[in-house]
């Protein structure tokens, strides 16, 4: 079974400046997909950003990148000029290949992240 | 609004009675998920639909949980005799594609 770990229950960071999220994963899959998601208070969860494992290049949505380590199986989230509507629970999630026939999602316990303005 | 909708957003129960939500998706998505999100935690798996077929059920998935998916559109999430273990926020996801899935904004559960 697929184990995802955010190791961070809380971050913060001033708003403006730049803020890394943690997130490692176990899995012995070769072929997934790696999400973050946001869930502000209230909320509904959203996607901020996707990687496809066979991908090498990290992905980035505007602020949003990922720095992928397969080999480590570390996926984590930097966000870049950081606003209050950041602000949120961030988790990491894992899914495997639609090859596996396994859809669902396995989310770590998430990260809170609170903006000082 | 063409996001997921589930109702009711927030339903107070006694312990030992039953208890139905009722999801939404997108309306061109065939899949639809459930997940149990308790205080502090991230989602869990409960279930998945493939149009009206229910595909998979985590052990999460008691006897006393059913879902059902007729006509592969909306969904509901019934507990029966529940239980204070019960209370927590049920989200209901929805795709087209396994590369995104869109969230309702739950229904948070309360067993007093």
């Known amino acids: 079974a697929q184990t995802v770990t955010q190791s961070q229950p809380e971050m913060s960071v001033q708003e403006a400046e730049t803020v890394t999220l943690s997130c490692t994963y176990d899995t012995s899959e070769s072929d997934y997909y790696l999400f973050w998601y946001k869930q502000p208070p209230s909320r509904q969860m959203i996607l901020v950003i996707r990687q496809e494992a066979y991908k090498q290049q990290n992905a980035t949505e505007n602020r949003f990148s990922v720095n992928f380590q397969k080999a480590a199986k570390s996926f984590s989230l930097k966000i870049s000029d950081s606003q209050l509507g950041d602000a949120a629970m961030y988790f990491c999630a894992y899914r495997s290949s639609p090859n596996f026939g396994n859809e669902k999602l396995t989310f770590g316990t998430g990260t809170r992240l609170t903006i000082i303005p | 609004d063409t996001g997921v909708s589930q109702d009711p957003r927030h339903k107070i129960t006694k312990r030992g009675q039953n208890v139905t939500f009722r999801c939404d998706p997108i309306s061109e998505h065939n899949r639809l998920y459930w997940y149990r999100q308790t205080l502090g935690q991230g989602p869990e798996f409960l279930t998945y639909f493939q149009n009206e077929a229910q595909l998979e059920k985590s052990r999460l998935l008691s006897d006393r949980f059913s879902a059902e998916r007729p006509k592969g559109s909306f969904s509901t999430l019934e507990i029966q005799r529940t239980e204070q273990g019960d209370s927590a926020m049920y989200l209901c996801?929805?795709?087209?594609?396994?590369?995104?899935?869109?969230f309702g904004q739950g229904t948070r559960l309360t067993v007093v």
């Open positions: 996801a929805s795709s087209y594609r396994v590369t995104e899935a869109f």
